[in-house]
């Protein structure tokens, strides 16, 4: 199957800024990628929707989120970034990203999720 792999997760002082990048790759496997998410998971509480882009570039984000994070794709090198800006202490969590995979040999759609990064916004 295909595996999603993210980076650029760290910590950073409030005000400041990220960019998460999550890269699909699938050696072997012929597929295309539908909508890819970021989503975040803080401790103690449900992991959440950030932002969302559909293959054709369509976006929304979660209103906790909306004007300050830029989500974006690169459909030729299968990789969805997540670019923050103004970062709050709340949004402290790890992030991870999701794609909605379409196998086009199998014809089975699947969901995949990358590891995780972490992101800690801290002064």
């Known amino acids: 199957q295909v595996q999603l792999v993210e980076s650029g997760g760290g910590l950073v002082r409030p005000g400041g800024s990220l960019r998460l990048s999550c890269a699909a790759s699938?050696?072997?496997?012929?597929?295309?990628?539908?909508?890819m998410d970021w989503y975040r998971q803080a401790p103690g509480k449900e992991r959440e929707l950030v932002a969302t882009i559909t293959r054709g570039g369509t976006t929304d984000y979660a209103g906790s989120v909306k004007g300050r994070f830029t989500i974006s794709r690169d459909n030729a090198k299968n990789t969805v970034y997540l670019q923050m800006n103004s970062l709050k202490p709340e949004d402290t969590a790890v992030y991870y990203c999701n794609a909605n995979i379409y196998d086009i040999v199998s014809k089975r759609g699947y969901d995949a999720w990358g590891q995780g990064t972490q992101v800690t916004v801290s002064s």
């Open positions: 699938g050696s072997g496997w012929i597929f295309r990628i539908n909508a």
